[in-house]
């Protein structure tokens, strides 16, 4: 049997589930987005990618949780609004459900995110250079 490529209206619904996850997205949405009724889509959606147009947009959201969790100080409630959900309480449960801890167990099994902090290289360069010199310089060139 000979790979099909997914419709290409099913990977538009699939693409906003990627870039739009953070928003109040629904099957309802994604289906629009196809062209489908959302009971078509949902078979179609589920008949090409294996699993639901719902897990699917969940499980984006919980991935993107757990990034979150690892790079960011932000609190779990922070983060449930960040990635979409609305509620704590079934994030939690999502995300225990998903990864076999809560988040809040999952961001204490690692580093803390100050571990993960970001620099600019510009301030790489400026602190990383030598603090004393080592070749002379004229100092009649220098010009106060």
Not at 53 to 67: G, N, W
């Amino acid at each position: 049997m000979a790979f099909v490529p997914p419709a290409r209206h099913l990977l538009r619904a699939k693409d906003l589930a990627d870039s739009s996850y953070t928003e109040p997205l629904e099957v309802d949405d994604l289906a629009r987005a196809a062209g489908l009724s959302k009971a078509h889509f949902s078979r179609e959606f589920r008949r090409t990618f294996g699993e639901s147009p719902y897990v699917y947009l969940q499980t984006r959201r919980l991935e993107r949780a757990a990034a979150l969790l690892r790079n960011t100080d932000h609190s779990v409630a922070e983060i449930c609004l960040e990635v979409g959900l609305q509620g704590v309480g079934s994030f939690t449960t999502s995300f225990k459900r998903m990864y076999g801890v809560t988040p809040t167990e999952y961001r204490a099994a690692g580093a803390p995110a100050s571990a993960h902090a970001v620099v600019p290289a510009c301030v790489v360069r400026a602190y990383g250079r030598p603090q004393h010199r080592t070749i002379r310089e004229d100092s009649s060139a220098i010009q106060t």
